[in-house]
């Protein structure tokens, strides 16, 4: 899963695989360490849980969960939507957030590609 900060927003981008994770077992998480302490790391997360609203966020320290609606992710998952998108009230303004397909690049190799969604556009000529 990759993860994107810019601003006030977050963009994960999630992998086939990482999709059959989500829908089998309701999470899939990452953790970025800075340094050898222990404590010295972000685990950034993707969670399906029974809600009404479609998208949602969650932190504590050294952890940030997006939370997606378990009808949403049903949906998604088996249509051609490329994300979820939505905003949060963070008090002194919204956090934007995107929850996208990770397609496959149109002009990277095969390695880069490895794990990807097939790219809409990789029929079309240019």
Avoid: H
């Avoid at 990759?2 to 089998?24: A, T, Y």
């Avoid at 997360?45 to 949602?56: D, R």
């Amino acid at each position: 899963m990759k993860l994107r900060i810019k601003g006030n927003s977050l963009r994960l981008r999630v992998s086939p695989s990482e999709m059959e994770r989500l829908m089998s077992a309701g999470r899939v998480e990452e953790i970025v360490r800075f340094a050898p302490d222990p404590g010295a790391k972000l685990t950034y997360a993707l969670e399906q849980a029974a809600s009404n609203q479609e998208i949602a966020v969650r932190y504590s320290p050294q952890e940030l969960t997006v939370v997606l609606s378990v009808e949403s992710v049903r949906e998604w998952a088996q249509s051609k939507l490329v994300g979820i998108y939505g905003a949060v009230d963070v008090g002194s303004g919204q956090l934007t957030l995107a929850v996208e397909k990770d397609f496959a690049c149109l002009d990277s190799s095969d390695t880069g590609n490895e794990d990807t969604f097939a790219n809409p556009n990789s029929a079309k000529v240019c």
